[in-house]
């Protein structure tokens, strides 16, 4: 609804608001109070403002600090994906990492992947663990 409010002219838009108004009256009348208090948290509370208001939903969300490694090596995961080079190109396509699974001896792009998810690395091998 916000993304109707944003882009359509009020020649289009002013018709039209009545209807979610009444149905919003006859059928939700609990629910008034908690937009009211919802667009209270949201909209800034002055009318100078409102100008330079940018809602929640169209900000720019900040980057994310990564998180180091837990096992900059790669650790157990790491040992865990190089003895298995196939499927571990399958499922870091999945995730959307570029490259194939080179040597042993050299640098592994599976530790890239451990790096970016270790949660999901450590979640993987104790389920294979399980198995």
């Known amino acids: 609804m916000s993304n109707a ?3 359509l002219p009020d020649p289009v838009l002013l018709p039209w608001l009545p209807t979610p108004i009444t149905t919003l009256r006859s ?3 609990e629910l008034a109070p908690l937009l009211i208090r919802e667009a209270g948290r949201i909209f800034p509370g002055r ?15 900040e980057p994310e600090a990564a998180r180091p490694a837990l096992y900059p090596d790669g650790g157990p995961a790491g040992t865990f994906l190089a003895a298995h080079p196939v499927t ?7 995730l959307g990492c570029d490259g194939r699974w080179t040597t042993a001896d050299a640098t592994p792009q599976g530790a890239e992947l451990v790096a970016r998810h270790p949660d999901t690395a450590l979640a993987l ?3 294979l663990a399980a198995v």
């Open 27 to 29: 059928d939700g009348a």
């Open 125 to 127: 091998e104790a389920l």
């Open 88 to 94: 571990c190109d399958a499922l870091a396509s999945l």
């Open 47 to 61: 009318l100078a403002a409102l100008d330079e208001w940018v809602p929640p939903w169209r900000a720019q969300p």
């Open 5 to 7: 409010f944003a882009r």
